[in-house]
């Protein structure tokens, strides 16, 4: 039973043209996070939420945004894609606790074209 | 900031040897240590996990990993593989026991096994 999905699996897109990726959760969990992945590198932590508190990292750039409306779900909004957005977009999920394990969804690969 | 090696990136292997794919991190303080698995058009999953206690930590599907502290080494073993592990592995590091923890990945490793 899939406990995280990403929708949709895959997104085209255009240059410059807005576009948002959308993950659930069935777990409950307190705190979700946005990856991005590109081709042979390791997932990157874009931003996360705990509980409805925002936490963006350093040097994620401002055409990402992000957006939390309940506990069930997150987006992930790119207001400009450019060529160098074209990613895998990973969401997660974890719960409150000392030691977390995170747990994925499939992951949507977006293309910019 | 914590960071994760891994060496092997890409690792071609013939059915039934033994595999063992390195992971370093670089972090002083108290770490806990996973690793992930993905396999061909799906999620990443858990494998396994360290938190504290036996640094020999078993996962599933026959998956074992040593923690060795002087090294800051958590390298995953499987004395057999089979075809069925083809898949990417990454290893991954959180810090500390509480509040905000972020994961932290390798670039992760391409198991290739042929039958």
């Known amino acids: 039973d899939a406990m995280v999905i990403q929708n949709p699996r895959y997104q085209v897109t255009q240059f410059g043209k807005p576009v948002t990726l959308s993950c659930s959760q069935t777990l409950n969990h307190n705190v979700m996070y946005w990856y991005q992945q590109k081709s042979s590198q390791a997932p990157k932590l874009l931003f996360h939420y705990y509980d409805k508190d925002f936490n963006n990292e350093a040097d994620t750039p401002d055409n990402f945004q992000s957006r939390r409306p309940n506990t069930s779900f997150c987006f992930l909004d790119i207001r400009s894609p450019g060529l160098g957005d074209a990613a895998m977009y990973l969401c997660a999920t974890s719960n409150r606790g000392t030691r977390r394990v995170a747990f994925f969804g499939q992951g949507t690969r977006l293309t910019v074209v | 900031a914590q960071s994760v090696s891994q060496h092997n990136h890409h690792v071609i292997l013939s059915e039934a040897a033994s595999l063992e794919l390195g992971c370093n991190y670089s972090y002083g303080g108290t770490v806990n240590l996973f690793w992930y698995v993905q396999y061909p058009g799906q999620h990443l999953q858990l494998l396994l996990k360290y938190f504290s206690g036996d640094p020999l930590v078993k996962g599933i599907k026959g998956f074992e990993a040593e923690f060795i502290k002087s090294k800051f080494s958590f390298n995953l073993r499987k004395p057999s593989v089979q075809w069925s592990d083809t898949a990417e592995y990454f290893c991954?590091?959180?810090?500390?026991?509480?509040?905000?923890?972020?994961?932290?990945f390798g670039i992760g490793t391409k198991l290739q096994v042929i039958p």
């Open positions: 991954a590091v959180t810090l500390g026991s509480g509040g905000y923890q972020k994961v932290t």
